[in-house]
């Protein structure tokens, strides 16, 4: 007897038999299971990010 979720309680794993899992497969009303999705490993970000500086009068402050 296979375990499914439906889509009224997804979080509610409930036990069927085979003809109620297909019926309510073929009316829509299943969880489709889908495996976690593959994410490939985070590249390091530099040690030293370059600073954007401006440089010339406009858009400077003084002190």
Request: zero cysteines.
């Amino acid at each position: 007897m296979p375990i499914v979720r439906t889509t009224m309680r997804p979080d509610q794993p409930i036990e069927v038999d085979d003809i109620e899992a297909a019926d309510l497969k073929a009316q829509g009303l299943l969880v489709e299971e889908t495996p976690a999705p593959v994410v490939p490993p985070a590249t390091a970000a530099p040690a030293n990010p370059a600073k954007k500086t401006s440089t010339g009068a406009a858009g400077s402050k003084e002190s």
